[in-house]
C-alpha cells in the first residue's frame, strides 16, 4: 500500500519570498509522483509530474520538485512566490503500472501575504 | 488535456433526497473517477467507472449510495442517495486516458451542501 504524508498544513510566505512545500511518501513499489493546485472554489490543476528521467521536474507557474528516492521525497519549490500562488496544493503518488490508483496527502494550504 | 465540465457547480439540498451529478469531458477517454472531499479534507476515491462495465467501487463506498453510470466514453454521472448531512462535500470528476503513467486530469467540481 501507499500513503502520502505532506508535513506542513499550513504555509504562510510573504510575495516574492521562497517557498518549500514537503512531501514524503510510503511505497514497497515504485511510484509516479504528481503535484497538484486547488485554487479557491476550483477543481485539481496538475502542476508537475515525475515519470522517470531526471529528477528536478519542473512545472507551471514557474514551480519544480526534487525526486529524492533514497529520502523518499518529493518537495515542491518557487524562488519567489506571488500573491495568485495562495492555494491548497496536494502531493500524490500512483504506483507505476496501476491506472486509477492515485493517493493523496492531505493537502498542505499556501498563504501568501504582501 | 481534456476539458471536463461538470453539473451542478454547487447545490444545497434537503436529507434524504438524491442528487446526481453529471461529467462531461470533450475527448474520448478510457477512464473516469470519481472523488468525495470533505471539508478540510484531501481527495477520496469513490469508484473507478469505465464505459461497458460497471463502476469497481473503493472500501467503504457501495453501488447502492453512490450509484454511477458511464454509457459512453465522454459522460459519466454520479448520484449521491438519500443524503445526510455527512455527504456534505466537494465530488470531483477526473479521467485519464492511455496507460497508467498518464496523470489524471480534473473538473471544477461539485460542492454539495445538505441541510
Known amino acids: 500500500a501507499q500513503s502520502v504524508t505532506q508535513l506542513d498544513s499550513q504555509v504562510p510566505v510573504f510575495e516574492e519570498a521562497p517557498v518549500e512545500l514537503r512531501c514524503n511518501y510510503s511505497?514497497?513499489?515504485?511510484?509516479?509522483l504528481f503535484w497538484y493546485v486547488q485554487y479557491p472554489n476550483q477543481g485539481l490543476q496538475l502542476l508537475l509530474k515525475?515519470?522517470?528521467?531526471?529528477?528536478l521536474v519542473k512545472g507551471i507557474n514557474g514551480f519544480e520538485a526534487e525526486f529524492n528516492k533514497s529520502q523518499t521525497s518529493f518537495h515542491l519549490r518557487k524562488p519567489s512566490v506571488h500573491i495568485s500562488d495562495t492555494a491548497e496544493y496536494f502531493c500524490?503518488?500512483?504506483?507505476?503500472?496501476?491506472?486509477?490508483?492515485?493517493?493523496f496527502g492531505k493537502g498542505t494550504k499556501l498563504s501568501v501575504k504582501p | 488535456s481534456a476539458v471536463i465540465s461538470q453539473k451542478p457547480s454547487r447545490d444545497i439540498c434537503q436529507r434524504g433526497t438524491s442528487l446526481t451529478i453529471q461529467c462531461q469531458v470533450d475527448?474520448?477517454?478510457?477512464?473516469m473517477f470519481w472523488y468525495r472531499q470533505q471539508p478540510g479534507q484531501s481527495l477520496t476515491l469513490i469508484a473507478t467507472?469505465?464505459?461497458?462495465?460497471?463502476?469497481?467501487?473503493e472500501s467503504g463506498f457501495v453501488i447502492d449510495k453512490f450509484p454511477i453510470s458511464r454509457p459512453n466514453l465522454t459522460f459519466s454521472t454520479l448520484t449521491v442517495s438519500n443524503m445526510s448531512p455527512e455527504d456534505s462535500s466537494i465530488y470531483l470528476c477526473?479521467?485519464?486516458?492511455?496507460?497508467?503513467?498518464?496523470?489524471?486530469?480534473f473538473g471544477d467540481g461539485t460542492r454539495l451542501s445538505i441541510l
Open positions: 477526473s479521467v485519464e486516458s492511455g496507460t497508467g503513467n498518464q496523470p489524471q486530469h
Open positions: 511505497s514497497s513499489v515504485s511510484v509516479y
Open positions: 515525475y515519470l522517470s528521467g531526471s529528477t
Open positions: 500524490a503518488v500512483s504506483p507505476r503500472g496501476s491506472q486509477g490508483n492515485l493517493i
Open positions: 475527448s474520448q477517454v478510457t477512464m
Open positions: 467507472a469505465n464505459q461497458g462495465s460497471e463502476a469497481t467501487y
